[in-house]
């Protein structure tokens, strides 16, 4: 464990990192006089659950890592101390889902990262509550269909990786909530098919991932939206033709 008389003296720390560790639990006071923590890093511990007090002085935090730990839950009080934070890290745990009221309290984060957890599915409205987001990575889970709701009034969001998942299919209205959206990792999922209308609200898209999916073929109209991409990665496919028109629209890929 940490006491919290560790730091009684070190009341100007404003970056601490406990990585690698033998951590399995925080206590409401373990960092009691680190007011001006601005970051802190318990990644790679053994920490089965955070509770709402663990964390009510650092309130100037700005960058939390809790990835590679044994959480199994977020509720909606673990982070009501928490307003300033930017950047929140729960990669590698065991987390099976999430709801919208946890982010009530963060609603400045600008990068979230739940890759690599147990997550089956999203939402309506699970991310609604945080629409300064730019970078969200549920990479690594077990999701198996995504909903237009699913991303409502992200209207920041420059990066979403769904990579490694159970994706089998994507529909128009998926991604109309994300106007600014610049990279789109959807390869190693189960999708079959994609359509010329898929894309269609992504007109600022820069980076589209789609290798290792079940797509039998790519039609002419498939990609017209996506005059800006520039990286359109599709290897691994059991493609068995394509023909010149089919890519004519990607005029800035590289």
């Known amino acids: ?117 147990q997550i089956t599915s999203i939402e309506s409205w699970d991310f609604s509550l945080i629409p300064n987001l730019i970078r969200l990575n549920l990479s690594f889970n077990n999701i198996s269909a995504i909903e237009s709701w699913n991303f409502y009034w992200l209207f920041e969001l420059k990066t979403l990786s769904l990579s490694n998942n159970q994706i089998g299919s994507i529909e128009v209205w998926d991604f109309s909530w994300l106007p600014s959206l610049e990279g789109l990792l959807l390869d190693q999922n189960q999708i079959t098919s994609i359509e010329e209308w898929d894309f269609i609200w992504l007109d600022h898209l820069l980076e589209l991932s789609l290798s290792i999916n079940q797509i039998t073929s790519i039609e002419e109209w498939d990609f017209l939206w996506l005059s800006w991409l520039n990286s359109l990665s599709i290897w691994w496919y059991v493609i068995t033709s394509i023909e010149s028109c089919d890519v004519r629209w990607l005029r800035n890929v590289k």
């Open 1 to 117: 464990g940490i006491s919290s008389w560790t730091f009684l003296d070190h009341k100007s720390l404003r970056t601490l990192d406990f990585y690698n560790n033998q951590i399995s639990s925080i206590e409401e006071w373990d960092f009691n006089w680190l007011s001006g923590l601005t970051t802190l890093s318990l990644r790679y511990n053994k920490i089965s659950s955070i509770e709402s007090w663990d964390f009510s002085i650092l309130n100037n935090i700005t960058s939390l890592m809790l990835n590679n730990n044994k959480i199994s839950s977020i509720e909606s009080w673990d982070f009501i101390w928490l307003s300033g934070l930017i950047s929140l890290n729960l990669y590698g745990n065991n987390i099976n889902s999430i709801e919208s009221s946890i982010f009530t309290w963060i609603y400045n984060l600008n990068i979230l990262n739940l890759a690599a957890n």
